[in-house]
């Protein structure tokens, strides 16, 4: 699998005044869906097992090409991930299921959200900052 990374030094959208390295997550059309079949089992495996602790329900697990999002969960109980996960490393991926996982429950960012989130990430809050240095090509 060729991962397109991209390590920029400088800020990647005009609101960032501070500069800091950025890396850039992409993989090209043939390859994503080549690969999507093979994210969805890693994703269900995740997903059962992050579960497993919290016991929410929920209806279906895509993978998506998303433009500005990691995942989503729908009012319909349906998780959403974007294949880019699948090239971050695994706390990251691990990080953004369970975050996905807990909007099951909550459907907001509140305390009682992040919460859910700590029980099982622990370190929520340096994943999300680490989060902060990706972005989207393609």
């Given amino acids: 699998m060729k991962k397109i990374l991209k390590i920029f030094f400088g800020p990647y959208k005009k609101k960032y005044k501070k500069k800091r390295p950025t890396i850039s997550l992409g993989l090209d ?8 079949n093979e994210f969805l089992v890693i994703a269900n495996k995740k ?3 992050f579960n497993e602790f919290y016991k929410f329900e929920y209806n279906k697990i895509s993978i998506r ?3 500005t999002r990691w995942g989503s969960c729908s009012s319909r109980k349906s998780l959403n991930f974007n294949y880019r ?3 971050l490393s695994e706390d990251l991926m691990d990080y953004i299921i369970v975050h996905e996982i807990c909007h099951l429950q909550e459907m907001n960012h509140s305390k009682s959200f992040w919460d859910l989130v700590e029980k099982k990430i622990p370190d929520y809050k340096k994943k999300r ?8 090509i393609n």
Avoid: M
């Fill in 65 to 67: 090409n998303q433009k």
């Fill in 29 to 36: 059309k043939k390859e994503y869906q080549n690969k999507k």
């Fill in 129 to 136: 900052l680490e989060l902060k240095k990706y972005y989207f």
């Fill in 85 to 87: 996960i699948f090239l």
């Fill in 47 to 49: 997903t059962v097992f």
